[in-house]
């Protein structure tokens, strides 16, 4: 079950990093919560994107708030990225 709370930040996080990194080659994905695709480079329209990122809830929630950084989220495990362009460091912090 999802937690509200959670949820509310999770999109809202989201939404804002759609705005810094408009495009659709990469997938970030928060189970249960949402995905958004975002950054510039190739289209992606069906199947598995070519570059995904992907974490829990409350790892995504300290790496936009700076709680984390992407080199620590991603060399504890705790952040999976696979693919061209898929990492965030640039476009972080998002608030």
Known sequence: MRDPEILSEVKKYLELLSKKAPGFSVEVRIPPYGAIQCIEGPVHR???P???IEMEAK???ALVTCKISWEEGVSSG???ASGERA???SYL???
Do not use: K
């Open 93 to 95: 912090p998002l608030l």
């Open 50 to 52: 070519r570059a995904v």
């Open 78 to 80: 705790s952040i999976i």
């Open 46 to 48: 069906r199947g598995t």
């Open 87 to 89: 990492d965030l460091t």
């Open 59 to 61: 790892t995504f929630i």
